[in-house]
């Protein structure tokens, strides 16, 4: 009787609860809602699971499922499904036991704080934040915070709430659209080569006359037009940045998978990669699982009425330059691409392990891409690769053709 008594208490404490959820479409990034079972709950009436705990802003308690503010409910079942799914795929997919190591996290959906290494959460007023979700590293307030203000907290994730911005104030931030990138490229060849074709036919009517032909007036309306209409281009496609972005900006990130995917990423990775540092290539390894486990043809694309944002392609092809290692290309997908590659190159399976071996050889404040992430890659090869020397030889040509 004992027996069946503990039986019946372990099967009511993990139980399962169904819920409506955000997912991508098969075979598309389009997106539609589903009712699914959210597994291993340990609370009746909560999102309070075995592996994670949902909770609002900065709250103590997790989410009620009976919540009279439904979108919040929303979120909490979103989030917890999609964790969920992650901490199964770096299980099985990746064959990693490292998320068994990850202790229970807890999961903030609508919070604005800035996160504070002192003491957990930044002041309400003190630059809150938006349109964006971060992992916060385990820690402690120090022994000289006043009474009352003491706080130990465990790994987490947050998850910022949405709000609408104007596009125009990102437009410096964002560069120019691609017509005015080509036309800028092309200003200083074109003016030179302008004002080299007006010095020669000078220095020709000057010291031999008999070859030349036309007025010097239209030499000089022909090459100043050159100048003057290329100036002129540059600066009309200017004013036609506005066209190539949304008008609006906003990121609900709690209800985008991929970010859920990318968050938890970076707590896996945290073993050996620090979640307190954003960089093109701590960034990009968390990429790099987000888009294997959502494995569509391109990652982050929009949500009607959740998110605005572009997505990153996996596949894309544009060829190293030094400003791919700049902190602001952070959120770019230049190395996704790269580790892409590899995938390409290698196969998914192995890409998978020789990337997430790649972790340990790296340093995770300097780490540069052209130097740093190729060598790593390369000796995790060594590590997992069937035949690294001939293996090895075959990423050399894809690192080459990217232009290292």
């Known amino acids: 009787m004992k027996l069946l008594i503990f039986t019946l208490f372990i099967v009511s404490s993990l139980h399962a609860e169904t819920f409506r959820v955000l997912v991508r479409q098969d075979h598309s990034t389009n997106t539609t809602y589903k009712e699914v079972e959210l597994p291993d709950l340990e609370s009746p009436d909560t999102f309070d699971g075995k592996y994670f705990r949902i909770v609002n802003g900065k709250s103590r308690e997790s989410i009620s499922f009976h919540d009279e503010n439904r979108e919040l409910v ?15 795929f770096w299980l099985s997919k990746i064959g990693t036991e490292r998320p068994l190591s990850v202790p229970k996290l807890t999961v903030r959906v609508d919070i604005s704080n800035l996160f504070d290494d002192q003491g957990h959460f930044a002041h309400d007023n003190r630059d809150p934040q938006f349109n964006n979700a971060l992992s916060v590293p385990a820690g402690q307030t120090p022994d000289w915070v006043p009474e009352g203000r003491e706080d130990v907290w465990g790994p987490e994730i947050w998850f910022r709430p949405k709000k609408v911005i104007d596009t125009r104030v990102f437009l410096n931030e964002m560069g120019p659209n691609p017509l005015t990138q080509v036309l800028t490229a092309l200003e200083h060849p074109l003016i030179n080569y302008a004002q080299n074709q007006l010095q020669v036919s000078m220095i020709e009517r000057l ?30 496609s200017r004013k036609a ?29 945290s073993d050996y990669l620090r979640i307190s540092h ?43 330059s030094h400003w791919s290692e700049a902190n602001r290309t952070a959120s770019s997908d230049f190395v996704l691409a790269v580790m892409w590659d590899v995938r390409e190159e290698l196969g998914e399976d192995m890409a998978n392990k020789l990337i997430f071996q790649a972790r340990k050889y790296l340093n995770t404040e300097s780490a540069t891409i052209s130097d740093h992430l190729l060598r790593s890659l390369l000796r995790s090869c060594e590590d997992v690769c069937e035949e690294p020397r001939r293996d090895k030889l075959r990423l050399f040509e894809r690192f080459s053709a990217r232009g290292f």
Not at 74 to 88: G, V
Not at 241 to 269: G, N, Q, R, S
Not at 300 to 309: D, E, I, L, Q
């Open 74 to 88: 929303l979120k909490a079942a979103n989030t917890y499904y999609h964790l969920s799914l992650a901490r199964e």
């Open 207 to 236: 010291f031999y006359p008999s070859y030349s032909s036309g007025s010097i007036q239209n030499d000089l309306l022909r090459f100043a037009g050159t100048i003057a209409l290329t100036r002129f281009l540059i600066g009309a």
């Open 241 to 269: 940045d506005p066209l190539f972005i949304e008008k609006w900006f906003y990121l609900d990130t709690a209800m985008v998978p991929e970010v859920i995917y990318h968050e938890y990423a970076h707590i896996i990775l």
């Open 278 to 320: 954003s960089t093109p290539v701590l960034e990009g390894f968390a990429d790099y699982f987000a888009a294997a486990m959502a494995n569509k043809r391109k990652v982050y694309a929009k949500v009607p009425g959740r998110s605005t944002s572009q997505p990153k392609d996996p596949y894309n092809k544009k060829p190293y």
